[in-house]
């Protein structure tokens, strides 16, 4: 069983930056793909970006190119999204979640690909 505990949401101007952090234990960080959903309120909840296996291969959605960075830190159980620019369309409960992946190069985008899922962090982006 993989636990993942999100941290760093906040309140933060238009245009300003945060860094959400997802730490991952109980399980083989490496074996895992890991992904950044949101969700705001009366929305479904949205795939943000996601990092493979290795770390070799990220994807993004198009609104975020640019602007948000995924990464990962093995040696911490630890990943990460690096948000700039941040807009006030950006503001939801982020998620971090974990899928086995059988390749090192995989990338996940969909949210039934995860099986396990942080408990949220909230960001908030004033305008």
């Known amino acids: 069983q993989v636990q993942l505990v999100e941290s760093g949401g906040g309140l933060v101007q238009a245009g300003g930056s945060l860094r959400l952090s997802c730490a991952a234990s109980g399980g083989t960080f490496y074996m895992y793909s890991m992904g950044w959903f949101r969700q705001a309120p009366g929305k479904e909840r949205e795939f943000v970006a996601a990092?493979?296996?290795?770390?070799?291969?990220?994807y993004y959605r198009d609104s975020v190119k640019g602007r948000f960075t995924i990464s990962r830190d093995s040696a911490k159980n630890t990943v990460y999204l690096q948000m700039n620019s941040l807009k006030p369309e950006d503001a939801a409960v982020y998620y971090c979640a974990a899928g086995m992946t059988s390749t090192g190069g995989s990338v996940r985008i969909a949210a039934r690909d995860y099986g396990y899922w942080g408990q949220g962090t909230q960001v908030t982006v004033s305008s």
């Open positions: 990092i493979s296996r290795s770390g070799g291969n990220t």
